[in-house]
DNA sequence: CCTTCAGTTCGAAGATCATCTAACTGTTCG
DNA sequence: CGAACAGTTAGATGATCTTCGAACTGAAGG
């Protein structure tokens, strides 16, 4: 059976502004968010980030509850990717005012 | 004697992006910043929240020192404002994204 | 099959946070 | 002066958050 479940994330026009700004309010987040911003798709040992893989594993849940992230198995691996472009339906020019990037 | 004292708030390059996330990342603060957009400066009391006066004092003092609001003396009054132009320069677009309007 | 690997879940610890009441500071006005 | 007013500070409480190590799950590979 080949699932491609989708791990728990709100559709689109539920993100909450509330839910984004908390998830971005943390500087490890905002490293994962940066670095899938430049990036792209990656798994999660494929990140920067210097805490342990339990925190990173929180820290994804965080922000995929947030609806800023998308994660999805493939195989051993979990490949996280950025919601960019549901981000900017919802929020337009967050990112880019954020990060100080375009949008791809 | 007139003291004009303002009170403690980053200058505009030393606004740091998970200050600012964090003083948005809350419903309250949200609703300040949103009736500051809308109406411009006000004294705490002209504000519609429903929290006590001295939590209002608490998230005051949380935008003010993430960068977000400025605070004067005036009289018996302590009038607070949007930094909007600074908070433009440092991050673009900002303001509009997350609360879908233009800035003023 | 059994080991390794990628990542999550489960407590737990310590820090930070939002909120309140009560007491305080400083200003205005009668 | 003395009372009323605007707002802050202090201290407490309960909730939430970040972090970790240890144990777990499920897939891949020898």
Redesign the pocket.
């Given at each position: 059976m080949v699932?491609s479940a989708v791990l728990p994330s709100p559709p689109t026009d539920d993100i909450d502004v509330v839910d984004v700004m908390?998830a971005l309010?943390?500087?490890?987040?905002l490293t994962i968010v940066r670095q899938l911003l430049e990036g792209g798709e990656q798994?999660?040992?494929?990140f920067d980030v210097?805490?342990?893989?339990?925190?990173?594993?929180?820290?994804?849940?965080?922000l995929r509850e947030a609806g800023v992230i998308d994660?999805r198995e493939q195989?051993?691996?979990?490949m996280t990717s950025l919601r960019s472009t549901d981000l900017e339906t919802r929020f337009p020019g967050l990112l880019t005012s954020v990060f100080g990037v375009v949008h791809a």
């Open positions: 699932h908390h309010a943390d500087p490890t987040r798994a999660c040992g494929g210097r805490v342990s893989a339990s925190t990173l594993s929180h820290h994804f849940k965080v994660q195989g051993r691996h979990r």
